[in-house]
């Protein structure tokens, strides 16, 4: 099993939302019929769900405070169209990204420790989304009067065309829900797997230096094998540096995008959440929540688990047993360690570090504006 087999179930929920298709396409004489199907599905699908969202929201914003809330929550899948084309326009350089992470060479198990870790948090999360979907087509059978999930259009229910546009919302919207989930799985998972390539270079370092004198090696090729190492280490990490930069480009915008809805989604949702009396509106909101806030946490933790193992680089090539091998060795070690000591990270936006200082914050932000919308509700 490689290492990118944990993006399974993502990728598939991703080739079926129309944004993702495989690399063995690319030379299939089925590429035509695949590419029509990936236009067909974002049309019907993100597209589709998304302009019967904003013809609803122009029509009750303003003059129903709780039924524009409701219409402003689905936005979340607003960031989620941006996210499908950064993933449509940059699938030869996340595939290029996943090639890396297969052709390392690992220690420890340490990349497929890190597989087994990401491919259950898929499970973890897709099916969370899954589920918070599923519960949103609920909502409308708890109300008076039987609506859409969408609201809109605002049909009877004993109309003939209730139930196709009632079918219709529902699969987009557990589609779009699983296909938002697995996008930021792919990005969190890419950033995991950089985390774990900085320790396996601390690993590596550990080797410099430290060889017995027992081992039938003269002196001269013990300092020959400790350069190449050390050289060795210092390609290894500018390619991680590569890694982490190239993420940031993908991804950067994107995560600013997610990360400038997701104050107020959460805190509509809160309100949501204190003000109704639905039970199964009520869980729908929790597990809604419990969706965003776990989409940001995803980025915020592994964008922390970056900065940590790069900043720990610095300290491995230090305490490695330097003081045994040659001066250019050492200077290689030298360099290296200068590098170093500047943190890695991804950075959103080009404006703030995903890291958990980051996550903190945005949840400061979010109740306060779920403190002031709550006083607006009150008075």
């Not at 990204?97 to 597989?115: C, F, G, R, V």
């Not at 708890?142 to 969408?150: A, D, G, Q, S, V």
């Not at 688990?305 to 050492?330: F, G, H, P």
């Given at each position: 099993?490689?290492?990118?087999d944990?993006?399974k179930?993502?990728?598939?929920?991703?080739?079926v939302?129309?944004?993702?298709?495989?690399?063995?396409?690319?030379?299939?004489?089925?590429?035509?019929a695949?590419?029509?199907?990936?236009?067909?599905?974002?049309?019907?699908?993100?597209?589709?769900?998304?302009?019967?969202?904003?013809?609803?929201f122009?029509?009750?914003?303003?003059?129903?405070?709780?039924?524009?809330?409701?219409?402003?929550?689905?936005?979340?899948?607003?960031?989620?169209?941006?996210?499908?084309?950064?993933?449509?326009?940059?699938?030869?350089?996340?595939?290029?990204?996943?090639?890396?992470?297969?052709?390392?060479?690992?220690?420890d198990?340490?990349?497929?420790?890190?597989?087994?870790?990401?491919?259950?948090?898929?499970?973890?999360?897709?099916?969370?989304?899954?589920?918070?979907?599923?519960?949103?087509?609920?909502?409308?059978?708890?109300?008076?009067?039987?609506?859409?999930?969408?609201?809109?259009?605002?049909?009877?229910?004993?109309?003939?065309?209730?139930?196709?546009?009632?079918a219709?919302?529902?699969?987009?919207?557990?589609?779009?829900?699983?296909?938002?989930t697995?996008?930021?799985h792919?990005?969190?998972?890419?950033?995991?797997?950089?985390?774990?390539q900085?320790?396996l270079?601390?690993?590596?370092?550990?080797?410099?230096?430290?060889?017995?004198?027992?081992?039938?090696?003269?002196?001269a090729?013990?300092?020959?094998?400790?350069?190449k190492?050390?050289?060795?280490?210092?390609?290894?990490?500018?390619?991680?540096?590569?890694?982490?930069?190239?993420?940031?480009?993908?991804?950067?915008?994107?995560?600013?995008?997610?990360?400038?809805?997701?104050?107020?989604?959460?805190?509509l949702?809160?309100?949501?959440?204190?003000?109704?009396?639905?039970?199964?509106?009520?869980?729908?909101?929790?597990?809604?929540?419990?969706?965003?806030?776990?989409?940001?946490?995803?980025?915020?933790?592994?964008?922390?688990?970056?900065?940590?193992?790069?900043?720990?680089?610095?300290?491995?090539?230090?305490?490695?047993?330097?003081?045994?091998?040659?001066?250019?060795?050492?200077?290689?070690?030298?360099?290296?360690?200068?590098?170093?000591?500047?943190?890695l990270?991804?950075?959103?936006?080009?404006?703030?570090?995903?890291?958990?200082?980051?996550?903190?914050?945005?949840?400061?932000?979010?109740?306060?504006?779920f403190?002031?919308?709550?006083?607006?509700?009150?008075?």
């Amino acid at each position: 099993m490689q290492p990118s087999d944990c993006f399974k179930i993502s990728f598939f929920v991703l080739i079926v939302a129309g944004v993702w298709y495989s690399p063995s396409w690319e030379k299939s004489r089925y590429l035509h019929a695949v590419n029509i199907y990936r236009v067909f599905a974002m049309i019907m699908i993100l597209i589709g769900m998304l302009s019967i969202q904003f013809v609803y929201f122009f029509t009750v914003v303003g003059v129903d405070l709780d039924k524009t809330i409701d219409a402003t929550a689905l936005f979340t899948f607003v960031g989620h169209l941006y996210k499908a084309i950064t993933v449509i326009i940059n699938r030869r350089r996340i595939n290029k990204l996943l090639e890396i992470i297969d052709s390392e060479e690992d220690k420890d198990d340490l990349m497929q420790s890190m597989a087994e870790k990401i491919s259950f948090v898929s499970k973890i999360y897709n099916g969370g989304a899954g589920l918070t979907a599923v519960m949103w087509n609920l909502i409308p059978f708890t109300k008076p009067t039987l609506t859409l999930p969408f609201y809109y259009p605002d049909l009877p229910s004993d109309s003939p065309w209730f139930v196709r546009w009632y079918a219709y919302q529902t699969v987009i919207l557990i589609i779009n829900g699983v296909a938002q989930t697995s996008a930021d799985h792919v990005f969190g998972g890419l950033m995991a797997f950089a985390a774990t390539q900085l320790k396996l270079l601390q690993y590596k370092l550990e080797t410099i230096g430290s060889r017995k004198e027992t081992e039938e090696l003269d002196a001269a090729q013990r300092e020959q094998d400790d350069y190449k190492e050390a050289v060795s280490c210092v390609r290894f990490h500018l390619k991680i540096i590569g890694v982490v930069d190239e993420l940031t480009s993908i991804f950067g915008a994107a995560a600013f995008g997610q990360f400038l809805l997701a104050a107020p989604l959460l805190c509509l949702s809160a309100f949501i959440l204190t003000t109704s009396s639905d039970p199964t509106e009520i869980i729908t909101r929790l597990l809604y929540f419990g969706c965003i806030s776990g989409q940001l946490f995803f980025y915020c933790f592994c964008g922390n688990m970056i900065k940590i193992q790069s900043d720990l680089v610095a300290t491995a090539a230090y305490n490695c047993s330097w003081e045994t091998t040659s001066v250019r060795t050492q200077k290689t070690l030298k360099l290296l360690i200068l590098r170093g000591q500047k943190t890695l990270s991804v950075v959103a936006g080009n404006l703030f570090e995903l890291s958990l200082v980051t996550f903190g914050a945005l949840l400061k932000s979010s109740y306060s504006f779920f403190a002031v919308l709550n006083k607006k509700h009150n008075d």
